[in-house]
């Protein structure tokens, strides 16, 4: 079946602009999860669904930064008024269960310029 | 709270060599472990993971064994080839947790 998926593939925008970043997970997968990967920092976890409900947060850099899970499926991270350390790769992934294994997308390359 | 730690790159090997990719780990309690690989330009995948002390995950020759008494997971591989050029990334989730915490990763390339 189809893994999981995300677009734009890359975005490019200018400081101070919002972007909405999509994800698509695998069907039936109740657990969703945003990573992002920058080359100062490595993979970082940014937030947790289950189902439509994000229990865990913590991740989340800024209060510019937000998600939404709708229909216990597609997600949305939106980041406001980007800023250049926004620029990195912003990955998403899905599992069964929230301690099943993690399938991830192939990621969202933002660049902030 | 935890963190991995692995073995800076890059590491260039020739064809056939021997693969050793140090990682140890801090955690509270019994962490579950893996290690996912990025080839290039596609998305991370799961390598292989060992969820218990001594166990050994395997995949594709690679091997890494979960070794409590030293907090490590190293990766190994008998004899590389280039198609295993790729970044390699060593991760745990806490004891029933779902969070994955990275390595910084390593960037490996074969040879011919």
């Known amino acids: 079946g189809a893994g999981v998926s995300q677009s734009p593939s890359n975005k490019v925008t200018e400081k101070g602009k919002d972007v909405e970043l999509r994800c698509d997970p695998i069907?039936?997968?109740?657990?969703l999860y945003w990573y992002r990967q920058s080359l100062g920092q490595g993979l970082e976890f940014l937030i947790y669904?289950?189902?439509?409900?994000?229990?865990?947060k913590s991740g989340l850099p800024s209060d510019r930064f937000s998600a939404e899970r709708t229909g216990g499926s597609v997600s949305t991270l939106t980041i406001q008024r980007t800023q250049q350390e926004d620029s990195a790769v912003y990955l998403c992934?899905?599992?069964?269960?929230?301690?099943?294994?993690?399938?991830f997308g192939p990621g969202t390359r933002l660049t902030v310029l | 709270g935890n963190s991995v730690t692995q073995m800076e790159g890059p590491v260039t090997l020739s064809e056939e060599a021997f693969l050793t990719i140090n990682c140890t780990y801090t955690?509270?309690?019994?962490?579950?472990l893996f290690w996912y690989v990025q080839y290039p330009g596609e998305g991370l995948q799961l390598l292989l993971k060992?969820?218990?002390?001594?166990d050994k995950g395997s995949n594709k020759g690679f091997e890494a064994t979960y070794r409590k008494e030293t907090t490590s997971f190293h990766l190994e591989k008998g004899s590389v080839q280039v198609s295993d050029s790729a970044v390699y990334f060593c991760?745990?989730?806490?004891?029933?947790?779902?969070?994955?915490?990275f390595g910084k990763g390593t960037k490996l390339s074969v040879i011919p």
């Open positions: 060992a969820t218990k002390a001594d």
């Open positions: 069907s039936g997968h109740t657990a």
């Open positions: 955690a509270t309690g019994y962490p579950s």
């Open positions: 992934a899905s599992s069964f269960l929230s301690v099943s294994e993690q399938f």
């Open positions: 991760a745990m989730t806490g004891a029933g947790s779902y969070q994955l915490t």
């Open positions: 669904f289950q189902g439509n409900s994000a229990p865990d």
